[in-house]
């Protein structure tokens, strides 16, 4: 066999003597309009292969067909799509205009602008900014940001909250946040529109000022106005979805939905069952609080009990049932019933709560610049411009400097004036900026052109002596939000087998003090309070040992008698160790081994 | 200091000794051996001659209350606080290695890397390194240096003769690439006896670049056995080193080599070498040859240049206390699990460490009894720790007679 191998979609399909000829005749073909344009062809010379794909699932991109160092697209087709004679379709069709794929890409030699073509190049970028990809492409100005703060702007574009879904009021997330009034940004890429974003936006354009504020925007913390926050700025729902099942079990026993009745083995008490109808399910519409039920359900016993009483076989069934979270509140907003593909019947129930901002909910640009709410301050307290505007928002001007992120101020400039003149502003990558535009703009309106105002204080209503940068910059909520995340424990719930304090918020665990931070009690020889860290505020036991066996006595609470189970002795002494080193003690027993305590008098 | 004094020292005059009374200010310096540690009596001697007594007394207490300043308290955690001194800068450690384009310096392993192999007493380092400094007399000049280098290069046959195995007759021919033998400034007779010397056996057939053996073996893994050894055998050099490299010692004051390979014992041998001051940086060869003190000295020096080298400054104490606890019980271990934390005397310390089950089965059997004198097995049953506060003890009981 000799030749190139082809390969169609993966699969080797013969041999040709001319790779070369092979490629360029149906890329030639494809240009015509004689092949499907997603059909892609690559020819690897190292390993003499032709990849021939036409599957679904590759993710192709348009690129401008270069002929000898210059573009097939010219004036004329751009004339010729402006009146509306041709069409983007038209422009593939001829072959101007070309899709491939990755695959393809390696053969091919493509320029990022018009000016740097070349003979050698294959294709031109339609326009630079293209060599983003989807989140991206979003971020405004990203040519005038340190690429670190583009990087991280990308990656909180994807954690704001807005309206992710057209359908969202007819979906079961298990959670879900939904933003109440949620705007276009004045200043966007040109992008923004055909990835849809301007459908369905995620953040809002906020007033911001970037100064000081009594110290409580120190480390990237951001002021909001207590007055924007309460006409409903960044505010969004929350939807939380709890499910449950009606399971079958061996033996012909199932679940319920049901309200529980008292005698249930588990009863959690009238009250909690307060919500639930007859179905055993939340009313919609019913504000729940933590620990309440919204799915009521009893399980069969999990052994088979003894037979009762008069020999009949009595069916103690046990509380299943689901509790809305600990610390979460909110309104049972809707109540899904339907089938698992095993067919058991199926429960949803949704519930929805409003999350205004709050200190130390988290915020943020689209330039990387992040911040936690430090303070909510009434309107009367924000600093105020002679207009008698008060800011939304303040950002501390230490954010910006170290990181470089002029695309910030370029945003704040730009959109004071795209607000001013009523119209959108660009801000795509590798444009220039326009900013002698702005600059007479907000001239033409009566500002300063630097962007800058003069500000008084609120409290005391002083100016403030130096003129403070004021505008207009998108921000998003960020979906971390501390109500989620916060959490602290004094006495809870302890592990059964270790009797150790839990693990995790929704356990209501404990903060573990690990074994760096012991090194640390050691290092400074504190004694002490390492032995309350570790084992008063643990698991802590008082235990009954034999003095003679050093083996665990027996205390029988009945007969008031502690004894060895040894020697049956009494001379027994209690000491106070770690449960944990009591089971230590037990499972070395299992295993075989004998740990015999030597007891000693407490120096 | 006198103006007097300060004057004929900014004017460069030597200050003049006071020969007066020396021998009772020495007298009185070494009225604190015991109180001081040697190293500041030594010092203290050498100002002797040029103090006059009330500030030398001054400067003795003022030492005395500086070192006693110093010293730890009784129960402090010295072992977790050299762990955090040493780790925590440890963890801005590079794990890379650098290499410098054409300079003459060989490419040992820095940061991360080498600090983990001393700590761990690898047996062979992976780049062990021997320093040579020479005598007086040879040292300042490069030619005779250079001599020397060839000389201790460790050149076996086959780096300088083509050594082939003949099946049919039996036979092995070794052909000297007659340049190389130059090179190495041997004579071929002076080869083909060494050659004959260590082959126990006389050539059967002598060319003249050329040597035939028959070394009376009929199985061809024989045949290949004598192949193999005669390719090893040193024609000239010290085994171990393979290249030597000369360098000017940073004083300015001659050359020194640096070599890859090591071989302590056999370069503190040889009459051209200033043997007190022949560095190997394998540590386990010096504890072999020099015994454990140097071998301590040497993983101090060792970690030294390594936390030197990353431009990480941490306390030499803490890395004395690891060198202590590396040697103590008069061999090098490593701190790990063949080592220090699996020669815990505790078996609890031992089971919490690794390997749970093996120490537990293993103390059960033979009988152990924990005294619970450490930290880490007071901590799981859950008493005090003996250390800082825990140190301290109640004798008294009240209500007894």
């Known amino acids: 066999m000799k030749g190139t191998s082809v390969y169609v979609n993966g699969k080797l399909v013969g041999f040709h003597p001319d790779p070369k000829a092979l490629v360029q005749a149906i890329r030639e073909k494809r240009g015509e309009g004689k092949l499907p344009p997603d059909m892609s062809i690559a020819y690897y010379p190292d390993t003499d292969e032709i990849y021939i794909n036409l599957d679904a699932g590759r993710a192709m991109r348009p690129l401008i067909v270069v002929k000898d160092g210059k573009p097939l697209l010219t004036e004329d087709h751009i004339k010729q799509l402006k009146e509306g004679l041709i069409s983007w379709n038209d422009l593939v069709r001829k072959g101007v205009i070309e899709y491939l794929d990755a695959e393809e890409e390696e053969n091919a030699y493509i320029a ?42 990308t990656a909180m574009l994807k954690q704001a909250l807005g309206v992710y879904s057209a359908n969202f009021n007819y979906r079961m997330d298990t959670q879900m946040h939904i933003m109440y009034y949620p705007q276009l940004p004045i200043v966007q890429t040109k992008q923004t529109k055909f990835i849809g974003l301007n459908d369905r936006p995620a953040g809002q354009n906020v007033i911001v000022a970037i100064m000081p504020y009594q110290g409580y925007n120190i480390e990237d913390a951001i002021i909001l106005n207590k007055a924007a926050i309460e006409r409903g700025l960044l505010r969004t729902v929350f939807f939380r979805t709890y499910s449950d099942e009606e399971r079958r079990y061996p033996g012909g026993q199932k679940d319920r939905f049901e309200i529980p009745r008292p005698e249930i083995y588990g009863y959690k008490g009238e009250d909690a069952y307060k919500h639930l109808g007859d179905d055993g399910l939340a009313y919609p519409g019913r504000e729940v609080r933590g620990g309440e039920v919204i799915i009521g359900k009893t399980s069969p016993p999990r052994f088979i009990e003894e037979v009762g009483e008069l020999s009949l076989l009595e069916e103690k069934r046990r509380e299943n049932s689901t509790v809305v979270r600990r610390g979460e509140e909110g309104v049972v907003d809707s109540v899904m019933i339907t089938e698992t593909t095993g067919g058991n019947k199926l429960v949803k129930v949704r519930v929805r709560a409003v999350k205004i901002p709050e200190i130390g909910d988290k915020f943020a640009s689209r330039h990387g610049q992040k911040g936690v709410v430090g303070l909510i301050v009434p309107q009367h307290d924000m600093p105020f411009t002679a207009d008698g505007i008060t800011p939304d928002l303040i950002m501390n001007p230490h954010a910006v400097p170290s990181r470089m992120t002029v695309g910030h101020i370029l945003e704040l400039l730009g959109a004071k004036a795209g607000s001013l003149a009523y119209k959108l502003v660009n801000a795509t990558a590798f444009e220039k900026p326009n900013v002698e535009w702005m600059r007479k ?5 009566g500002f300063r052109p630097d962007g800058k105002e003069v500000l008084y204080n609120g409290i005391t209503g002083e100016k403030i002596e130096s003129e403070i940068f004021i505008g207009p910059i998108y921000y998003q909520r960020l979906k971390h939000l501390v109500s989620l995340k916060m959490h602290a424990r004094a006495r809870g719930p302890v592990q059964i087998l270790t009797r150790q304090p839990t693990e995790g918020r929704a356990r209501e665990g404990g903060l573990r003090f690990g074994e760096m931070e012991r090194d640390t009690l050691i290092g400074h020889g504190a004694a002490m309070l390492l032995q309350e860290r570790l084992l008063k505020e643990s698991d802590e036991v008082e235990i009954p040992v034999c003095k003679k066996c050093g083996v665990i006595a027996i205390e029988d609470h009945i007969r008031k008698k502690t004894y060895c189970p040894i020697c049956g002795g009494t001379d027994v002494y209690k000491i106070k160790t770690s449960y944990a080193f009591k089971l230590l003690l037990s499972e070395m027993m299992a295993m075989g081994i004998y740990p015999k305590l030597l007891l000693e008098d407490k120096a | 200091m006198s103006p007097k004094r300060r004057e004929c020292l900014k004017k460069g005059v030597k200050v003049a000794i006071m020969s007066k009374n020396v021998e009772k200010r020495v007298e009185l310096i070494k009225e604190y051996e015991g109180k001081l540690p040697k190293k500041v009596i030594e010092d203290a001697l050498k100002i002797a001659e040029t ?27 010295a072992g977790i606080v050299a762990a955090q001194s040493i780790g925590e800068p440890g963890t801005q450690m590079t794990l890379r290695t650098f290499h410098f384009a054409g300079v003459a310096e060989l490419a040992v392993p820095q940061g991360l890397p080498r600090f983990i192999e001393i700590v761990d007493a690898r047996r062979d380092p992976s780049m062990p390194i021997m320093e040579i400094h020479l005598k007086e007399g040879i040292r300042e000049d490069k030619g005779k240096v250079i001599e020397f280098a060839n000389r201790i290069e460790e050149v076996k046959l086959s780096d300088i003769a083509k050594i082939e195995e003949d099946f049919t007759n039996k036979q092995v021919i070794v052909v000297f690439d007659m340049k190389k033998l130059d090179g190495i400034e041997l004579s071929f007779d002076e080869a083909k006896k060494i050659v004959e010397k260590n082959a126990r056996r006389k050539a059967k057939e002598v060319g003249d670049n050329y040597l035939i053996f028959e ?14 050894k005669l390719a090893e055998v040193r024609l000239r050099g010290v085994p171990g080193i393979r290249k030597a490299a000369v360098l000017q010692e940073p004083d300015g004051t001659g050359y020194y080599l640096q070599t890859e390979g090591t071989n302590l014992k056999g370069v503190l041998v040889l009459p051209e070498v200033d043997a007190s001051r022949v560095f190997s940086n394998n540590i386990r060869e010096i504890e072999n040859v020099l015994g454990v003190e140097a071998a301590r000295n040497a993983i101090l020096i060792e970690a030294k240049k390594v936390l030197d080298g990353q431009g990480i400054k941490v306390n030499p104490r803490h890395l004395m206390l690891v060198a202590d606890a590396m040697t103590y019980d008069g061999e090098v271990k490593a701190i790990g699990r063949q080592g220090l934390s699996g020669q815990k005397a505790s078996v609890l310390a031992r089971a919490a460490f690794e390997e749970t089950v093996r120490h537990l089965h293993e103390a059960a059997m033979t009988g152990e009894v924990d005294y619970l004198k450490g930290v880490t097995e007071n901590i799981i049953v859950g008493q005090p720790i003996p250390v800082g506060t825990g140190t301290v003890k109640l004798i008294m009981k009240l209500g007894e007679d």
């Open chain 1, 441 to 445: 703009v907000l001239k033409a309106y």
């Open chain 2, 51 to 77: 103090t006059k007594m009330k500030d030398l007394k001054k400067t003795m207490e003022r030492a005395v209350e500086e070192y006693q300043k110093n010293l730890i308290q009784p129960g402090e955690a």
């Open chain 1, 112 to 153: 990022v602008t018009e000016d740097e073509l070349t003979p050698e190049h294959t294709h031109l970028e339609i326009h630079p900014a293209l060599i983003l990809g989807v989140v991206a492409s979003v971020a405004p100005f990203p040519h005038h940001n340190s690429s670190p703060r583009v990087t991280m702007a």
């Open chain 2, 215 to 228: 070394p009376g073996f009929s199985t061809l893994k024989s045949i290949r056995g004598f192949k193999d």
